[in-house]
């Protein structure tokens, strides 16, 4: 099993910049891909960014070229550097890991309690 804690999140007004960091513990060699989603009110989870072991990184349209994710393989611990945040960046925002279910086969099953980012206009 695997657990991720979420720390970072808080209050900053438009333009501003946050830092989210989730550090991994238990079972971590299990863990492929690591990422971080959110959720809005009233709408649905969506990507944020991933990032394999490796260091490739994908970003959601949306927050390309303001947001980076990074990991440190070493800590076990992923990071997400926000800048220029805009108030629709308002949301819970949840670490994930991706787990090798079997070969071939890899499923997002581990999920932090999430930590509120709130921008002010």
């Known amino acids: 099993q695997v657990q991720l804690v979420e720390s970072g999140g808080g209050l900053v007004q438009a333009g501003g910049s946050l830092r989210l960091a989730c550090a991994a513990s238990?079972?971590?060699?299990?863990?492929?891909?690591m990422g971080w989603y959110r959720q809005a009110p009233g709408k649905q989870r969506e990507l944020v960014a991933t990032i394999t072991r490796g260091g490739n990184t994908n970003y959601a349209d949306s927050v390309e070229g303001r947001i980076t994710i990074s990991r440190d393989n070493v800590k076990n611990t992923v990071y997400l550097q926000m800048n220029s945040l805009k108030p629709e960046d308002t949301a819970v925002y949840y670490c994930a890991a991706e787990r090798e279910v079997k070969p071939g086969f890899r499923r997002w099953d581990y999920w932090g309690q999430g930590t509120q980012v709130t921008v002010s206009s």
């Open positions: 238990g079972t971590i060699f299990s863990i492929r891909d």
